[in-house]
C-alpha cells in the first residue's frame, strides 16, 4: 500500500502534468504576420471588435481589425520566399483605441472625408457646412479621433479572401450632413493583389472622399527610413500647399522640380530638397495629378504608382478609379514623443520610415469648384476603387 505521502507526490506530479498541458493547449495561435487575434478581441463602443485574417494560397496574409477598418498586417513573400510584413501598425486593439497616447491613423478605412479640408468648412448648396476643426483651423480625415477610423464597423468575412466592413454614420456627425450607409470591402486575389472598394448612400446631399491609410515599407525592417524605396508616380503636375498643408488652388507641373516621379527613383534622393513645398512639410506630403484620370474618369486598369525595395525585392504597384494620390512620407513619424511609442514587435519608428499613396479627390476640393466634386446626393451612389499589386522585381 502507498503511503500517503507518497501518494500526495503522485497527485503533485499529475496536477503539474495536466496545468503543462493546459498551458501548452492555451499557446496562442499566431498569424503569419506575428499577430495575436487574442489581443484585438473585445468590446468597443458596445460592439464587438475581433481580427480577421484574409489570405491567398501564395503566402498572402492581410490582417484587419474592424475598429476603424483597419489592416494591421500585409504579409507578402519577399525574393527568397520569406513572408514579409510591410506595413506599420501597432499589435494590439488598446493602442489603436488610445486617441490620446497613441493616436493614430495606421491603415484605417477613413471617412468620411479623406485629407483636409480649409477652415473645416464649404458650401453645399444654399448651405455652409461647419466641420469639426482637428488639424488646427482645419477638418482633416473627418474629424480624426470622432472619424470612421475610430468606429466600430459590422464585419462580414466571406471565405478566406474577402471581409466587408459596414457603418452607419448619423447626420451631423462632426459636422457633416446626411445619414450614410458606408460599406468598405477588403479583397485579397489569387494573384496577389490587395483590393478595396468603398461604397455609400446618403438621404440628403453630403460629401464623401473614402481612402485606405496603409504606410508602407517594403523592406519590412521598420527601424530604418523608407529612403532607399523606389517611387513612381504616373502624374504631370501636383497641388501645391501652404505650410498648413492646404492646397492653394492652383496646378502646377512637376517637370523640373523635386515632385517628378514619373521615372522612378529613391525617396531619399530628394526628401531632404531645398524646395520650398518639401520645406513646408518636411518631407513628402502633397497630393499628386494622376494621368490615369481623363475626361471625368479614372481608368484603374493602369498603374498610377509604384512602390518599390532593392533590399527585398518586393514590387507593388498601385491602380485607382481616382484623380489623386497623396503621397506621405512619415513626416510626423519618429518626432518629438512619437519616437518613443513602441509599436509591432515593439519596434519604435525613425522619422520618414514609410510612405503612404492615398487615392483620393484633391484634398479641399470643396472649396475648388473647378476640381472633381465629391458631393454625393440622394439616390446615387458612392463608388471608389484601389487596388494593390504586389510581386517580385
Not at 503539474?16 to 496562442?28: H, R, S
Not at 485574417?53 to 489592416?71: D, F, H, P, Q, W
Not at 494620390?325 to 519604435?348: C, E, L, M, W
Amino acid at each position: 500500500m502507498k503511503s500517503f505521502k507518497s501518494t500526495l507526490i503522485g497527485l503533485s506530479a499529475t496536477a503539474l502534468l495536466f496545468a503543462a498541458c493546459a498551458q501548452k493547449q492555451q499557446a496562442p495561435q499566431l498569424t503569419v504576420s506575428g499577430l495575436d487575434p487574442a489581443k484585438f478581441d473585445t468590446i468597443i463602443q458596445e460592439k464587438p471588435v475581433k481580427l480577421y485574417t484574409l489570405k491567398n494560397a501564395n503566402g498572402m496574409e492581410v490582417c484587419i481589425t474592424n475598429y476603424g477598418g483597419r489592416i494591421v498586417s500585409l504579409c507578402v513573400p519577399d525574393k527568397d520566399g520569406k513572408a514579409t510584413d510591410v506595413v506599420l501598425g501597432f499589435d494590439n486593439i488598446a493602442q489603436y483605441a488610445d486617441t490620446i497616447n497613441t493616436p493614430s491613423d495606421y491603415g484605417s478605412s477613413v471617412g468620411r472625408y479623406a485629407n483636409r479640408i480649409k477652415n473645416g468648412q464649404f458650401i453645399l448648396g444654399e448651405d455652409t457646412i461647419q466641420l469639426k476643426k482637428n488639424d488646427g483651423p482645419n477638418c482633416l480625415h473627418g474629424g480624426g479621433n470622432t472619424g470612421w477610423m475610430h468606429q466600430v464597423y459590422d464585419a462580414t468575412q466571406i471565405g478566406d479572401s474577402i471581409l466587408r466592413l459596414t457603418i452607419v454614420a448619423p447626420a451631423g456627425e462632426n459636422g457633416f450632413p446626411g445619414k450614410v450607409m458606408a460599406t468598405t470591402t477588403y479583397k485579397v486575389t489569387a494573384d496577389n493583389v490587395l483590393d478595396m472598394t468603398w461604397e455609400a448612400e446618403s438621404d440628403k446631399p453630403t460629401i464623401i472622399n473614402q481612402t485606405n491609410h496603409n504606410y508602407y515599407n517594403l523592406s519590412g525592417d521598420f527601424t530604418q527610413p523608407a529612403y532607399d524605396q523606389v517611387l513612381y508616380v504616373n502624374a504631370d503636375n501636383f497641388t501645391p500647399s501652404d505650410k498648413l498643408y492646404i492646397p492653394t488652388g492652383e496646378i502646377k507641373p512637376v517637370e523640373g522640380t523635386p515632385m517628378d516621379f514619373r521615372t522612378p527613383h529613391a525617396v531619399g534622393d530628394s526628401i531632404q530638397s531645398e524646395f520650398d513645398q518639401i520645406q513646408n512639410a518636411t518631407g513628402y506630403d502633397h497630393n499628386f495629378c494622376l494621368n490615369t484620370y481623363k475626361d471625368g474618369k479614372g481608368d484603374d486598369t493602369q498603374v498610377c504608382a509604384s512602390l518599390y525595395s532593392p533590399k527585398t525585392g518586393i514590387f507593388m504597384e498601385m491602380f485607382t478609379n481616382e484623380p489623386g494620390v497623396q503621397v506621405y512620407s512619415g513626416n510626423f513619424q519618429g518626432v518629438g514623443a512619437d519616437k518613443d511609442i513602441p509599436r509591432k514587435h515593439g519596434i519604435t519608428y525613425p522619422k520618414h520610415v514609410s510612405v503612404c499613396l492615398e487615392s483620393q479627390k484633391y484634398p479641399d476640393s470643396p472649396n475648388h469648384p473647378e476640381w472633381v466634386q465629391p458631393v454625393l446626393n440622394p439616390g446615387e451612389k458612392y463608388f471608389s476603387h484601389a487596388a494593390y499589386k504586389f510581386s517580385i522585381k
